[in-house]
């Protein structure tokens, strides 16, 4: 099959080896994919990551031992669990200790004409989602979990830092929860989709951080971001975390201490809860679009989704 592949450097493979399915693997044939930070971050080295990449993805069904889902059209949860460990057990199988993960740990991903998940890890999509949205169920999936790990009741002054692909679903999603957010970012074509969305924006070089916010969502995707987190909220405030990224420069964490700032990690979110605001047409995702482009141009795809205030860039499959 054809896929795009990362083995040290990124390249196109017009005859990689077929998937094999295991026990339980539905086998799926991809029509879209979307480009994220990660999959950029994986070939600076995040992860080690050898092997297929993309983990966003919508596709139908080619084969599967749950017959119900064969033709469906589909989306997939990337970490593929063991069920037994300790943390699944305990009910945080998206920690599972035994866990691949799609595309980004010991598992081959959705930049190619097939892949293969457990049938567990599968959504069917009502017809009201069409494929454009589809390829974001994941990362809005992954915006929602800010919603699962802080409590927003009474904060009134919630950043989300960066207006990049993940900043601008975050601040959707905090947004329809009632949330009086406001996007910071350096990219004007950006901040006038936050006025389009009623959502409060300022450019960066505006800011004058003043330890004052509550909440700071770093969805910036780089250490500095974070430097300037640490800076914008208030002493007790907490910052979630968004971005990954595989090396930076030397933090300076004092001001965690100084401040005694609450920092959360956030990753993977609920997919059900994703499938939903784009079903009621609640998150706007189309305007995140920069481009269609197909899987064999895949690596000027991955350049053009690494340059500067580029949002959203789809592989398309045929
Ligand atoms: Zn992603
Ligand atoms: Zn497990």
């Given at each position: 099959m054809r896929a795009l592949t990362f083995d040290q450097s990124l390249?196109?493979?017009?005859?990689?080896?077929?998937?094999?399915?295991?026990?339980?693997?539905?086998?799926?044939?991809?029509?879209?994919?979307?480009?994220?930070?990660?999959?950029?971050?994986?070939?600076?080295?995040?992860?080690?990551?050898?092997?297929?990449?993309?983990?966003?993805?919508?596709?139908?069904?080619?084969?599967?031992?749950?017959?119900?889902?064969?033709?469906?059209?589909?989306?997939?949860?990337?970490?593929?669990?063991?069920?037994?460990?300790?943390?699944?057990?305990?009910?945080?199988?998206?920690?599972?200790?035994?866990?691949?993960?799609?595309?980004?740990?010991?598992?081959?991903?959705?930049?190619?004409?097939?892949?293969?998940?457990?049938?567990?890890?599968l959504h069917a999509l009502p017809k009201t989602i069409d494929d454009?949205?589809?390829?974001?169920?994941?990362?809005?999936?992954?915006?929602?979990?800010?919603?699962?790990?802080?409590?927003?009741?009474?904060?009134?002054?919630?950043?989300?830092?960066?207006?990049?692909?993940?900043?601008?679903?975050?601040?959707?999603?905090?947004?329809?929860?009632?949330?009086?957010?406001?996007?910071?970012?350096?990219?004007?074509?950006?901040?006038?989709?936050?006025?389009?969305?009623?959502?409060?924006?300022?450019?960066?070089?505006?800011?004058?951080?003043?330890?004052?916010?509550?909440?700071?969502?770093?969805?910036?995707?780089?250490?500095?971001?974070?430097?300037?987190?640490?800076?914008?909220?208030?002493?007790?405030?907490?910052?979630?975390?968004?971005?990954?990224?595989?090396?930076?420069?030397?933090?300076?964490?004092?001001?965690?201490?100084?401040?005694?700032?609450?920092?959360?990690?956030?990753?993977?979110?609920?997919?059900?809860?994703?499938?939903?605001?784009?079903?009621?047409?609640?998150?706007?995702?189309?305007?995140?679009?920069?481009?269609?482009?197909?899987?064999?141009?895949?690596?000027?795809?991955?350049?053009?989704?690494?340059?500067?205030?580029?949002?959203?860039?789809?592989?398309?499959?045929?």
């Amino acid at each position: 099959m054809r896929a795009l592949t990362f083995d040290q450097s990124l390249s196109f493979q017009p005859r990689y080896r077929d998937p094999q399915p295991g026990d339980g693997d539905t086998l799926i044939k991809v029509r879209q994919a979307g480009i994220c930070a990660t999959d950029l971050e994986i070939t600076k080295g995040y992860m080690g990551f050898r092997g297929v990449l993309g983990h966003e993805f919508v596709g139908e069904v080619a084969s599967s031992p749950d017959k119900a889902l064969v033709g469906q059209r589909v989306v997939g949860e990337i970490n593929v669990v063991c069920g037994r460990c300790d943390l699944c057990v305990a009910g945080l199988s998206s920690h599972c200790r035994n866990r691949s993960v799609l595309g980004i740990l010991n598992r081959d991903g959705a930049f190619a004409e097939y892949v293969r998940l457990p049938s567990l890890n599968l959504h069917a999509l009502p017809k009201t989602i069409d494929d454009d949205q589809a390829v974001f169920v994941e990362p809005l999936a992954a915006a929602f979990q800010v919603l699962k790990q802080i409590q927003l009741d009474g904060r009134k002054w919630v950043t989300v830092l960066g207006d990049g692909r993940l900043g601008l679903l975050v601040a959707q999603v905090l947004r329809n929860a009632g949330c009086p957010v406001r996007v910071i970012g350096k990219h004007a074509d950006k901040l006038a989709l936050c006025e389009k969305w009623q959502i409060r924006s300022r450019p960066l070089a505006d800011i004058n951080p003043r330890h004052d916010q509550d909440v700071v969502v770093d969805c910036t995707g780089s250490a500095s971001g974070f430097e300037l987190a640490m800076q914008m909220v208030r002493p007790r405030g907490t910052i979630v975390l968004k971005s990954t990224f595989a090396a930076g420069k030397p933090l300076n964490l004092a001001p965690l201490v100084i401040d005694e700032i609450q920092v959360i990690g956030s990753r993977c979110g609920p997919f059900r809860e994703a499938i939903r605001a784009l079903a009621e047409k609640q998150v706007d995702v189309v305007s995140l679009i920069h481009r269609r482009m197909k899987l064999e141009q895949g690596v000027e795809a991955m350049d053009l989704a690494g340059r500067p205030g580029v949002l959203k860039v789809i592989l398309t499959i045929d």
